[in-house]
């Protein structure tokens, strides 16, 4: 519980130099603070650029929505130690006696006791010959006397970049030392509390010991929410760079960057101009965004923001509630309580701190099973929530025939709190139920409804209330008339589709449609699964043989979690369409927590093997040409002759797989998904792998087919010239000249393609083919969605039917071009 009055020692970008707040002068001048000097309460330290002010901060307690001064917090120095009201009297910043550290303290006490203290960096060091210094990048920096702030920080004794809050300024780090036993931990962000409460809150960012940004949760479960994992800090960067040129507010003025040295890896970001206004907060509920501030608005701009859709934040609402990301502006708007709970405090929810989330008005009747398994008379009932995600962390009960089984499971414990049951599966959540979100009825199955566990008084309440609308709760003497819903539904999915555990039929006996197998029959195609094929994504795959000899690949599904999801995609996304280009879905199996997916085996591998390992058969310009155009119609299939528009997500030379004659076949649909034909869905989970992904994966904007065609682009770059796109060794020096595209651009316009193409390839080459490939490539790689061309183009200007004039270069390839020309200077 914080005191009435807290106050903290901050330091604050003010826009207008604290002049609202009526104190007296700083402590010193140019931002300095020397042996012997004191900051006490209603003093200032200044930077000489008057952008930062360090001082005693009270966090007003106010709501959103009222009037707030423009002053924002970017470092607290005691967050978690709080200034009472009778320390105020007499608190003071000052550097300690013996100059270690700087400490705040009260004037009567020794320096063996402050209320918060730097950390002691050189003991050797005296009070007299250290001062402390407020920098223009915001940084509160402890030197030696005799060093100027110009000196390398690895020089400085203590600074406050080194220690982040929740804001990271230009100049600052996010990352992690490799030394072990090393003077500095890994440097991150943490979310503040509240509105007025500064002390660490929920959620953090950090770069994990792989090199991978990471947004995570704080306190149990500890959930990684969101994380760049395509790829390593250097495909960040690109991205980045993209991100920040296609807003005309910020092109040009932040330069992302990253570092792996010996002793650490990090990412920072510079300004251009110093004097704009910017900085990274994580927000109080979990989401990372660049804030710039707006002269013209006299406020700050939020420019971008990750994870883009609200709800995606781990358990941002608190348990029993339920998230829309569409539904508001404010925080709070975003989240409801479920039906007959309420909010847990109100007061918090003003001030952003939703993690109390709802409590339910009424207790559960909860009464433990008897011996026999069967619920002992609770009077508890279950209402349905649909068109909603399912609660983090379920778990299976097994032996489950019916939905009145897996209802009665529930009733039976007195810690179940809600159940689901779909596809023959009994999923039920214990405790608090968390990461609820409310889906459009395109992302997700109508078979997904939760059943919410109420007390029975609460329920005819929520009856009375909806009375003309129709609610259907279960309860463990009703169950005849949902039997006979079951079968039904039952009934109209077998039509539909053979399911699990159907007999094995013949491939010529299947009539076109996919096939249930048997998990042993699968074993003994594949010979127990000896001969593996590859693996990715979520499983391995095995070659194998059916009875007729019609060879097949099995993918096996290796994570459950997370193999159910992928199983579910692949399924629905190709179980249905038939293209020569696109790879062909015989079955699946799924037994228990086994599940597969049967394909037909392509006898020549996958592109990138082709491409790029040496001991692989070289492709000839004709089979190149005759790929590109195939993998065109492939996706142009999938964009527009589908009832649905498919979009992959995922396409890259691994995921194109190469037939007896070379033919190719689009292949690993788990990442697809099907979107209405206004592209009105944001998909709010990156799709796809680093080095092919268009830059609105990060911008936040609704994911088009567009996305498609920018990695289609990225692929034709490397059929060209049997390289990656994506060097894999990066220096400082070498890193952005190795771009290959950024190479291919300049040549293509100074009209040199023969240096760009695979030196396999030697005389056998068609130049009016090569530079149509080119063209089409660098059109389909555009930053903005706009200029790139539809499939359906793309398809004609690779058969010959239509011209394309010579692509402009991208701007995120313009930048990356004038920063190599920069340093080879």
């Not at 929920?202 to 770069?207: M, R």
């Not at 079951?486 to 007999?503: E, G, S, Y």
């Not at 005389?763 to 149509?772: I, K, P, Q, S, V």
Request: aromatic share 10%.
């Amino acid at each position: 519980m914080l005191p009435p009055t807290p106050l903290y020692v901050a330091l604050a970008a003010a826009l207008i130099f604290f002049s609202s707040l009526h104190t007296p002068a700083a402590a010193a001048d140019g931002g300095t603070l020397a042996a012997g000097q004191a900051l006490a309460a209603g003093g200032k330290l200044v930077s000489r650029s008057g952008k930062f002010a360090l001082g005693f901060f009270q966090f007003r307690q106010t709501l959103p929505g009222s009037a707030i001064p423009v002053c924002t917090p970017v470092w607290i120095a005691n967050r978690e130690r709080p200034i009472t009201e009778s320390e105020l009297k007499v608190a003071q910043l000052r550097i300690s006696r013996d100059g270690n550290k700087l400490i705040v303290t009260n004037n009567t006490s020794t320096d063996e006791s402050p209320i918060w203290s730097s950390a002691v960096t050189n003991s050797t060091t005296n009070a007299s010959s250290v001062h402390a210094v407020l920098m223009n990048t915001g940084n509160l920096a402890l030197l030696p006397e005799t060093q100027s702030t110009a000196v390398p920080t690895s020089s400085y004794l203590w600074q406050s970049f080194d220690y982040p809050t929740d804001v990271g300024l230009p100049g600052a780090k996010i990352g992690w030392n490799k030394l072990a036993g090393g003077n500095y931990f890994s440097r991150q962000f943490i979310s503040k509390k509240s509105l007025v409460d500064p002390s660490p809150g929920s959620y953090s960012i950090n770069i994990d010991s792989n090199g991978f940004t990471q947004l995570t949760t704080r306190n149990a479960p500890i959930v990684k929410y969101w994380s760049w994992t395509s790829g390593r800090l250097e495909e960040l960067v690109l991205a980045l760079t993209a991100l920040i040129n296609m807003d005309p507010r910020t092109k040009g003025l932040l330069v992302p960057d990253y570092m792996d040295t010996a002793d650490e890896v990090y990412f920072t970001y510079s300004i251009t101009n110093e004097s704009a206004s910017v900085f990274v907060p994580i927000d109080i509920t979990g989401q990372l965004k660049l804030m710039l501030w707006s002269e013209s608005k006299q406020s700050w701009e939020t420019i971008y923001a990750q994870p883009s859709d609200f709800c995606l934040t781990f358990a941002v609402c608190g348990p029993f509630t339920v998230c829309n990301g569409n539904s508001g502006s404010g925080t709070s708007s975003f989240c409801g309580c479920m039906e007959t709970f309420s909010q847990t405090s109100p007061r918090d929810w003003e001030l952003s701190d939703l993690t109390g989330g709802c409590a339910r008005r009424t207790p559960l009747d909860c009464k433990a099973s008897n011996r026999s398994g069967t619920s002992s008379g609770s009077t508890d009932v279950f209402h349905p929530i649909a068109q909603v995600t399912l609660p983090y962390n379920p778990r299976g009960i097994e032996g489950v025939a019916a939905q009145s089984d897996c209802a009665e499971a529930c009733l039976g414990d007195c810690n179940c709190t809600a159940y689901s049951y779909s596809n023959g599966k009994c999923s039920v959540w214990h405790g608090d139920l968390l990461n609820v979100n409310q889906a459009d009825s395109n992302a997700f199955s109508s078979q997904d409804v939760l059943y919410l566990r109420l007390a029975k008084s609460d329920f005819q309440s929520l009856n009375r209330t909806n009375k003309r609308t129709p609610t259907v709760a279960i309860t463990a003497s009703v169950v005849g008339s949902g039997i006979v819903v079951l079968m039904l539904v039952f009934m109209i999915w077998r039509n539909r589709v053979k399911w699990c555990n159907a007999p094995l039929h013949g491939i010529q006996d299947s009539g076109g449609g996919i096939i249930a197998f048997k998990y042993t029959d699968l074993c003994c195609a594949t010979k127990n699964f000896s001969d593996r094929l590859g693996g990715g994504g979520f499983g391995s795959v095995f070659k194998g043989l059916l009875g007729d000899s019609t060879a097949i690949a099995v993918k096996r599904l290796d994570d459950a979690r997370q193999g159910e999801k992928q199983f579910r995609a692949e399924v629905s996304s190709i179980g249905m369409i038939q293209h020569i280009n696109l790879v062909k879905l015989f079955g699946f199996c799924c037994e228990g927590d086994k599940r597969l997916l049967v394909y037909e085996h392509v006898v020549n591998g996958s592109l990138d093997a082709h491409l790029f390992q040496s001991n692989a058969t070289v492709l000839n310009w004709t089979r190149r040409y005759k790929i590109a155009i195939g993998v065109a119609r492939g996706l142009c299939y999938l964009h527009q002759s589908c009832r649905e528009c498919i979009i992959h997500c995922d396409i890259k030379p691994e995921n194109i797989l190469l037939d007896a004659s070379f033919a190719p076949k689009i292949a690993d649909f788990g990442m697809a998904v099907f979107v209405g034909r206004d592209f009105s869905r944001v998909l709010t989970t990156f799709r796809g792998t680093a080095g092919y992904l268009a830059p609105e994966w990060l911008s936040g904007i609704p994911i088009t087919p567009k996305v498609d065609v920018y990695s289609f682009g990225m692929v034709m770059l490397e059929i060209i010239s049997g390289k990656r796109n994506t060097p894999e060794v990066f220096s400082k020096s070498s890193y952005h000249v190795a771009y290959f595209p950024v190479q291919a651009i300049r040549k293509l316009h100074e009209g040199d393609l023969q240096s760009l193409v695979d030196p396999q390839l030697q005389e056998d080459l068609n130049l009016e083919e090569a530079e149509r490939l080119c063209k089409v490539a660098f059109w389909c790689i555009q930053d903005n969605e706009c200029d790139r061309p539809t499939m359906v183009d793309v398809v004609r200007v690779l058969e010959g039917l239509q011209e394309l004039d010579m692509p402009p270069m991208p701007r995120l390839l313009a930048a990356i071009t004038e920063h190599a020309d920069v340093e080879l200077m």
